[in-house]
């Protein structure tokens, strides 16, 4: 087993690049790279790219974690069922290995691909907050368009077999849960938010979740972006443009973030999400019921979702 440090990307097929470049130009996201096969997409961070798509029939491929060391993906190598190490023909270059996990998604595991330039954001303003105020003397005049993703936070995915499907990303990846819910029985989990091992460092609530949804599926992806503002911003710009809404604006209870959910031209679900919980190794486990997995604290509800 080895501890992953992040998950980088997320790979999709669809039969129109223009439309995907389109769509993801209008949620926040910026051409890396294109070919007559190929759609890279980034973020204002550090990735070159956080967004892949092939040309071809509409589907979800799989996803990409980033190993702490270049050692890690020659342990990992030595798995039956994973490749072996080979060089990215992608922007940065970088190696990589693969494998498939037990609802037929592809896993790649990268290490050494060159940074890319961190750019600006336009709408970062300080906030003040009751007691706690840190902005003087500056006006917030937020600028109108398409709000800035910062990077790539987590991935959501239906399985077949949860349990089959939890195993697999634990014991190759190094997993933790946040939380969990159950179904009857405490002891009959049936979901789990899973984040990053990286010791004492406060990470994001979850990186993975797997969902029990009978078949092999996304839930969604999910970008982060800066705050509320950036929320709404995107809000207002993704719904002038006509694009399919599918939840939000809200706050979640299991991971308390920010969200609201769009569907791309090819139906998968993308989230914009700010101000999530931040755990470490000593954090404890959350046990819930299933019914909870959806709850919110505020805007929108259960209900609404689509």
Partial sequence: MIKVDDVVYAMFRAPDLD???NFL????????HRTESHLYMRTCGRDQYA???????????GMGFRAKSEKDLFTLANKEECSTVAQLDRPGGGKYVQLTDPNGFKVEVVHGIDTAKRLELTNNYKFNFGNDTERYNEFIRLKKGPTQCLRLGHVVIGVSDFKESNKFYKSNFGFLDSDVCYEGDKENVILAFNRVDRGKEYVDHHTLLTAPTGKPELGHI???VQDINAIYLGHEHLHSKGYDHSW????????????DYWFDPFGNRVEHWTDGDLLNNSSPTGVHPYSSRFATQWGVTEDSRK
């Fill in 248 to 259: 939000g604006v809200g706050r979640h209870i299991l991971g308390s973030q920010i969200f």
């Fill in 19 to 21: 439309r995907m470049e």
């Fill in 25 to 32: 130009v209008d949620f926040g996201l910026m051409r890396a």
């Fill in 51 to 61: 967004h892949i798509t092939e040309l071809g029939d509409p589907a979800f491929v």
């Fill in 222 to 224: 999910a970008f982060e």
